[in-house]
């Protein structure tokens, strides 16, 4: 069904209402894109590469959460409602993947003594974490449509629980990703040496505590998710979804722009 029964307003009944907030990060997101892009072709690499992507997600999800808010036949729209919720969704992907394509970068260019045991080994290889993350998002996206398009209670719960594994999915990828970062802190607490490159840059120096904040703030952006799995109005309300999901992940993005931070192509090991 692409539109919603007379008076009814799917953007409203998820706590979809604020214009503002809505064109505010769309407006922000717009030069942290070009910066991104600028920053790929200065000193390429997949991470600058794929957080421009998710900048330019980012911006037409919010430039949709505009429209439901601000135009309530869009609201009543439920096709557009659902290509909201499959975006934004998956745009976290490619910041949850740079994050993780940061520490395990920061960790090969330093040069560290990481542990290689079994666990810690598997969980830098790139190829299961990107698994991994592609299974979330895909079970994240089946959960929406099955829970909004669903003609019967038992098809709407099915998509309700794939919704939850989804996001505890997400919640243990961020938590992996912090790990790692742990993971280096502790290596590069262990030498008495450190890898800093030639230009001195802030990002360069203080690079692993930059990794912990951002691991840090993508958990916490989870957290929230996780503990108000159970309470819908909760978990849309914009009083808390903006600062709680909205702006960790913003501020993950403005991170990312740390002078220094994200090794090129050219100084990863060949």
């Known amino acids: 069904m692409s539109t919603a029964p007379p008076g009814f307003n799917y953007a409203k009944a998820y706590g979809i209402e604020s214009v503002a907030g809505a064109v505010i990060f769309a407006i922000i997101y717009v030069p942290l894109f070009f910066l991104y892009v600028r920053q790929a072709i200065v000193r390429p690499t997949y991470v600058f590469i794929v957080i421009a992507f998710f900048c330019a997600v980012r911006i037409a999800a919010f430039v949709l959460r505009t429209l439901l808010a601000a135009v309530a036949k ?6 557009l409602f659902i290509t909201y919720e499959i975006m934004y969704n998956v745009g976290f992907f490619g910041l949850l993947y740079s994050a993780y394509s940061l520490v395990i970068d920061r960790g090969l260019v330093s040069d560290l003594p990481l542990p ?10 790139r190829m299961i974490f990107r698994l991994l993350l592609t299974a979330a998002v895909s079970i994240g996206i089946t959960g929406v449509i099955e829970a909004s398009v669903g003609t019967t209670q038992h098809t709407m719960d099915v998509g309700d629980t794939l919704r939850k594994v989804s996001l505890y999915m997400f ?3 961020c938590i992996l990703v912090a790990f790692q970062a742990v993971l280096l802190v502790r290596a590069e607490a262990s030498l008495t040496e450190l890898y800093v490159p030639a230009d001195g840059a802030f990002g360069a120096r203080h690079g692993i505590h930059v990794l912990c904040l951002i691991s840090l703030l993508l958990v ?3 957290t929230f998710f996780a ?3 159970n309470d819908a109005a909760k978990q849309n309300n914009e009083h808390l979804w903006y600062p709680f999901a909205a702006l960790p992940e913003l501020c ?3 991170l990312f722009a740390a002078p220094g931070l994200v090794p090129s192509f050219a100084e990863l090991p060949s």
């Not at 869009?74 to 096709?79: F, V, Y």
């Not at 290689?116 to 290889?125: E, F, K, Q, V």
């Open 227 to 229: 503990v108000t799995v």
């Open 252 to 254: 993950a993005v403005l």
């Open 116 to 125: 290689s045991d079994p666990i810690s080994s598997l969980t830098r290889r």
């Open 220 to 222: 916490a952006r989870q």
């Open 171 to 173: 919640l243990i990828l």
């Open 74 to 79: 869009d609201g009543q729209n439920l096709n």
